[in-house]
Nanobody
Framework: QVHVMESGGGLVQAGGSLTLSCTVS????????MAWFRQVPGNGREGVSC????????VYTDAVKDRFVASRDNAREILYLHMNNVKSEDAAIYYC??????????????????????WGQGTQVTVSS
């Protein structure tokens, strides 16, 4: 059984930094592309980043490009999201998701994560001004 768990959320000041982590069990971590999504209550899920199984390639949504960095440590089986220069609009529940392929599709950010098969419960990020 696959288990996905996000951690690291909390309160961050606007302009500050925060790092989220995602641990996975029950599958061979380095064989799956993984992504971060986020959701504000009442809105749909928004794709944040998608990393290939090796971690060599990551794509980002325009809203976080040049501010967020996703990385993965395949030896420790952890996916990270390093959030820098955080803005108020980054406040959301952040989810880690797994795709049944080694790469991210060209439409990974569409369909509110329809491309992804396993999800965590999410971790809340709150931004103070």
């Amino acid at each position: 059984q696959v288990h996905v768990m996000e951690s690291g959320g909390g309160l961050v000041q606007a302009g500050g930094s925060l790092t989220l982590s995602c641990t996975v069990s029950g599958l061979k971590f380095d064989e799956y592309a993984m992504a971060w999504f986020r959701q504000v209550p009442g809105n749909g899920r928004e794709g944040v980043s998608c990393s290939t199984s090796t971690g060599r390639h990551t794509v980002y949504t325009d809203a976080v490009k040049d501010r967020f960095v996703a990385s993965r440590d395949n030896a420790r089986e952890i996916l990270y999201l390093h959030m820098n220069n955080v803005k108020s609009e980054d406040a959301a529940i952040y989810y880690c998701a797994i795709r049944d392929y080694m790469t991210c599709s060209g439409s990974w950010f569409r369909g509110q994560g329809a491309d992804f098969n396993e999800w965590g419960q999410g971790t809340q990020v709150t931004v103070s001004s």
